[in-house]
Nanobody, 125 residues
Framework: QVQLVESGGGLVQAGGSLRLSCAAS????????AGWFRRAPGKEREFVAG????????NYADAVKGRFTISRDNGKNTVYLRMNSLKPEDTAVYSC??????????????????WGQGTQVTVSS
């Protein structure tokens, strides 16, 4: 059982930046792809970004492409989400997840087997 703990959320003005971190409890984290998702109030959870086990490939939702960057440091069992040019519509609870395999970087929720509790990101206009 891999436990995931997110951090780095907060309140930021539009146009600002944040970096989210997701720390995993097990070294086996490095063997699996990972992703970031978000859920805004009253909306479904949506895919934000995904990264393969070794960081060799990434994938982004159209809404964040060019503004967000996903990365990982397997030596620290951590995956990151750098968010630039934030907009009020980015306001949501952001959660990280670990996939069942090494290469899946897509949006299907059932491909991810471990989830963190989430961290709140609020972007003011």
């Amino acid at each position: 059982q891999v436990q995931l703990v997110e951090s780095g959320g907060g309140l930021v003005q539009a146009g600002g930046s944040l970096r989210l971190s997701c720390a995993a409890s097990e070294r086996t984290f490095s063997n699996y792809a990972a992703g970031w998702f978000r859920r805004a109030p009253g909306k479904e959870r949506e895919f934000v970004a995904g990264i393969t086990w070794n960081g060799g490939d990434t994938n982004y939702a159209d809404a964040v492409k060019g503004r967000f960057t996903i990365s990982r440091d397997n030596g620290k069992n951590t995956v990151y989400l750098r968010m630039n040019s934030l907009k009020p519509e980015d306001t949501a609870v952001y959660s990280c997840a670990v996939a069942s395999g090494r290469y899946y970087v897509g949006p299907r929720l059932n491909e991810y087997k471990y989830w963190g509790q989430g961290t709140q990101v609020t972007v003011s206009s």
